[in-house]
């Protein structure tokens, strides 16, 4: 703990949760003054670090896949500006090969000062719907270096001392394909990171710089505390297991193994990537931020109670091969690093299902993302736009529970499905089909969630690229059977689409394109 300051339990309970809330301004701050329609159904997430840049809070709804990597790119920051922050600095990053996850997720970070010293930083990441890159939306699924993907923004000052920095921002922007949403959601993003900050300053107008401090390193032991206690309760030992991605395209034949070793000692959980396969010739690769955050996800899907920061990643350690898919390194290309991502949080889900059998889950849909980028001729000077879709599906089944219908994917949890009508009235797209597939789930005492077929219409438009990501045709999604004590239960997949059968599903489009 930070200084010769001691919490009360009340005083505690306070922080701890007026931390939380602080964050959860900040979400409220963003939906209210983001540009882009893909931040506005929640493709962000924001974060609260103390001053050393380790996690202190996130909010209640941020995303899945953001969770494990705000401490990293906060840090980075700190390292490339030591010594030169001010009150009023914002700065910009979304490098996925220090800690980032791709190139469309751009944080803004904000320090925090009391009494002419950095107390925290506060910190607010939103999906860009387009970074630069070959195609519109910045999903060049053909890359095999990042050169194609959009702009790598390393650390750079976006405010100086409350100056706007316009020919930075305006640099930054002009490489995109929609600069005008790119300054409205700079702008809106570094006004979330000032709403924490006031609520930040408020609480040490209350209570005192020296408790505030306490109180962001106490909740971190708290949350470590909590952790290794319920890890120390569980047996030593190993478990194994292996996922794919579906093929590497400029390799051969064969799909992409992902292995991943468990290993419980004492209070401590180490994840071994050993013998996962190298990069692969597609953007279906995960630099090492991105990867660590899929672990801290899946993991914490089975501690859903604790709040989430940095004492939660003291209890793990993560063994990846450089190099491979799952610790990508420059130039690599990683924007896919959603499908990855996906497979190691179900294999996670799969290795903790038999430790906690009680909470079992099996595997959810894959994710799939569509982008339909051109040039809107509903319009005389045909502007560019940009359809990003994703999809939700059906969850695994779960012990007593069948799996959820038609939700987010487990790698966006947090994220809306987005409505069809905000984005016929944004796009020259019309959705004339959008239902849940019935007995698309896998069967079973607890069946698997329910999928959706949706079909989409491009109408007045120019020059359109589609870009269509997604995984799990031949790497099928499975079943689960995990011997629970008070019933022997039997969980099948979530599906995709069309169809599951217990344990495994057939893979069928989500999508029809006319």
């Known amino acids: 703990m930070a200084g010769d300051v001691s919490l009360d339990p009340v005083t505690f309970e306070v922080l701890k949760n007026s931390f939380i809330t ?74 996925p090969y220090a800690g980032g996850t791709h190139f469309s997720d751009v944080r803004l970070v904000r320090p925090i000062f009391a009494d002419g010293k950095i107390i925290a930083y506060s910190q607010s990441n ?14 060049d699924v053909a890359a095999r270096e990042m050169f194609r993907e959009g702009l790598r923004i390393t650390p750079v000052r976006l405010f100086s001392k409350g100056r706007f920095c316009k020919d930075v921002a305006h640099l930054i922007a002009s490489n995109t394909r929609d600069p005008a949403s790119i300054i ?43 952790a290794r206690l319920r890890i120390a309760a569980l047996p030593d030992g190993e478990w194994e297991t292996v996922d794919y991605i579906d093929r590497d395209p400029a390799g051969g034949e064969g799909m992409i ?20 396969h190298p990069t692969i010739g597609s953007i279906y690769n995960s630099a ?27 209890c ?24 990855p991502f996906e497979k190691i949080m179900n294999a996670i889900y799969e290795m903790w299902s038999k430790l906690m059998p009680e909470r ?15 040039r809107d001729a509903r319009s005389p000077d045909k502007p560019i736009f940009m359809f990003y879709d994703w999809l939700p599906g059906g969850w695994g089944g779960r012990n007593g529970k069948d799996g959820s219908n038609v939700t987010t994917a487990c790698f966006g949890t947090g994220l809306m499905s987005q409505p069809v009508e905000g984005q016929e009235r944004a796009n020259p797209i019309l959705t004339t089909e959008c239902e849940i597939l019935t007995d698309s789930a896998g069967p079973g005492r607890w069946r698997g969630g329910a999928g959706v077929l949706k079909t989409s219409r491009v109408l007045e438009a120019e020059n359109t690229v589609i870009s269509y990501i997604c995984d799990r045709e031949r790497a099928v999604v499975w079943g689960s059977k995990a011997a629970c004590p008070r019933c022997r239960m039997v969980s099948p997949c979530g599906a995709p689409g069309r169809s599951a059968t217990s344990g495994s599903a057939r893979s069928s489009p989500m999508y029809r394109s006319v």
């Open 257 to 276: 193994p992902i292995r991943i070793k468990m290993t419980i000692r004492g209070d401590k959980v180490i994840y071994d990537f050993t013998g996962s």
């Open 288 to 314: 090492f931020g991105a990867t660590f955050s899929a672990v801290a996800a899946g993991m914490k899907t089975f501690f859903p109670d604790l709040p989430l920061n940095s004492g939660f990643y003291r």
């Open 22 to 95: 602080s964050v959860d301004q900040m979400a409220e701050q963003i939906l209210r003054t983001c540009y882009s329609f893909v931040i506005y159904n929640r493709d962000f997430s924001s974060a609260l670090h103390d001053a050393a840049g380790e996690c202190a809070a996130q909010g209640n709804q941020d995303i899945a896949v953001h969770v494990g990597t705000l401490h990293f790119t906060c840090k980075e920051v700190m390292r490339h500006f030591d010594g030169d922050m001010h009150e009023g600095d914002v700065f910009a990053i979304n490098d």
């Open 184 to 226: 409205g959601d700079i702008q809106a993003q570094a006004q979330a990171t000032q709403v924490c900050e006031r609520e930040i300053l408020r609480l040490v107008g209350k209570y005192g710089r020296a408790t505030v401090e306490t109180g962001l390193a106490a909740v971190q032991d708290y949350v470590e505390r909590s």
């Open 360 to 374: 079992a889950l099996a595997c959810a849909f894959n994710l799939e993302y569509l982008l339909t980028g051109g």
């Open 126 to 139: 939103g999906h860009w719907s387009d970074v630069g890159g070959s195609v519109p939306g910045s999903f």
């Open 316 to 339: 793990f350690e993560i063994v990846a091969p450089q190099g491979s898919i799952v610790d990508a390194k420059w130039p690599v290309a990683v924007t896919g690093f959603l499908m």
